[in-house]
DNA sequence: TCAGTTTTAGTCATAATGACTCTAACTAAA
DNA sequence: TTTAGTTAGAGTCATTATGACTAAAACTGA
């Protein structure tokens, strides 16, 4: 994102004199395992800058808003172009439009979250310019984006306390302890494993497959299909989601 | 809002050769006694276009970003402008960013959302272009506008299952049954005074005050004061509020 | 066969919720 | 002065949700 576009401002004047630029940029976040304890951890993947300004820094993947697409599709689109993901689920984050986001021309980001599954996260081609970094104690990014991720964390950890967001997370069939570990990734603590699964069950939009995951060194696990119908890549904007309560258990 | 801006494109191609125009819009709340039963109810201000496109219907109030503010002060600046009012509430409700919602150049509106308290909203000037409407059964707007109230009007409501927000459609003072009554108003539908009042005194941040509300025919409320010391005219985007839950009662 | 692991069901005390009753305190009409 | 009408405000009670906990079930690996 935040390409310096048409022509670079020489002045204040100039600049003010410029409409502001319009770019789309996206927080992807996926479930990766931790390199310590195995565990799933939120990580997210980043795009290294070529050019000034921020040069040789990380930054979200973006770019200037392509004029056929919709805000989402552009959202979409630069997804593919830079890391090759599809998300199963994709929701507009904020608009940023601080006057000195970027040293020159002044941008107005238009910011998208996404979720992706370990699946499709598995297929993003990483490169020296594509990387994966954990969510949480990232590095220094470029322009203002280590704000961006931290509001798209805190709406993730929000939009978590309602239900059906996890399952984006997720492939189709999973365990009741593997929806467990994605609440305890994303909202870093973790829960007591009966009580959580009594309120899933309660409330969730799940229902039990008669199957059951094997290779485990315990009792198999029976696996859960999600069927909340999430029409996946829609938005949450206008035609959003009335919540529906699940607290956090145990 | 939706100025024809700059240059009116002759052609498809022309029209996808420019960038597209950034708009700041508001849709303002405030609470305005019923024509019939005298109860609150949800108003909100428009303005009438006076140029094409959609000349002569209504409109949101708002205008083509100023390049010397930032998103946030765009919009109370134009809400100062066109209605005259300074909001108690304000925060970024979503980028509107489809296709076709201007007939002429392709318009991305950044819409803001803003509540008032009723002493802010008698000031409001009218006239023959400017109006206000109840929330509720709005005619045809100009654009998309009736897409942008009915998303507001599900965010408000949204926002209102937590605590904080309702008294920025209050005064500084008042008896615990206004605030159900703009719980009533916004929710449309009617709460048990008894278990409502638990509740509030359980979880909000008010504080009864040691005066009591007179006039009335029956016996007098006390009034009460809100704690909550909300910036006001804060943005809920990056640096918002986290959510304190409050339930509906009754 | 046994130890180790996780799944899964269940118990129990506490807190929150919704429906309801009753008294307090005022006004207005009789 | 009394009485009816109104809303304020406190309190009761059954039901449900929650968090902490116990324990059996079902697998693996030694």
Request: hydrophobic share 35%; charged share 20%.
């Amino acid at each position: 994102m935040e390409r310096t576009p048409f022509v670079a401002a020489a002045n204040v004047s100039e600049r003010l004199a410029q409409p502001p630029a319009l770019a789309i940029s996206t927080v992807i976040f996926a479930l990766r395992p931790s390199e310590k304890s195995g565990r799933p951890t939120l990580w997210l993947p980043l795009v290294r800058r070529i050019r000034e300004p921020f040069k040789g820094l990380w930054a979200l993947p973006g770019g200037p808003l392509t004029q056929a697409d919709s805000l989402q599709d552009a959202a979409a689109r630069d997804l593919q172009d830079t890391t090759g993901l599809a998300p199963s689920y994709l929701e507009q984050l904020y608009a940023f439009g601080g006057l000195h986001r970027s040293p020159s021309q002044r941008v107005v980001s238009i910011v998208y979250w996404a979720l992706v599954q370990p699946t499709e996260a598995e297929l993003a081609q990483e490169s020296e310019n594509v990387g994966w970094f954990r969510a949480d104690g990232l590095q220094e990014l470029a322009f203002d984006h280590n704000e961006i991720v931290d509001y798209a964390l805190w709406r993730l950890r929000n939009k978590m306390e309602y239900g059906s967001i996890a399952y984006h997370l997720l492939g189709e069939k999973f365990t009741l302890a593997q929806v467990r570990e994605v609440y305890e990734a994303v909202l870093n603590r973790t829960m007591d494993p009966a009580n959580f699964r009594r309120q899933l069950k309660q409330t969730a939009l799940i229902e039990p497959t008669d199957e059951f995951q094997q290779g485990g060194k315990h009792r198999p696990p029976r696996l859960y299909r999600y069927t909340g119908m999430d029409s996946g890549t829609n938005d949450a904007g206008p035609s959003g989601h009335p919540p529906s309560r699940l607290s956090s258990p145990g």
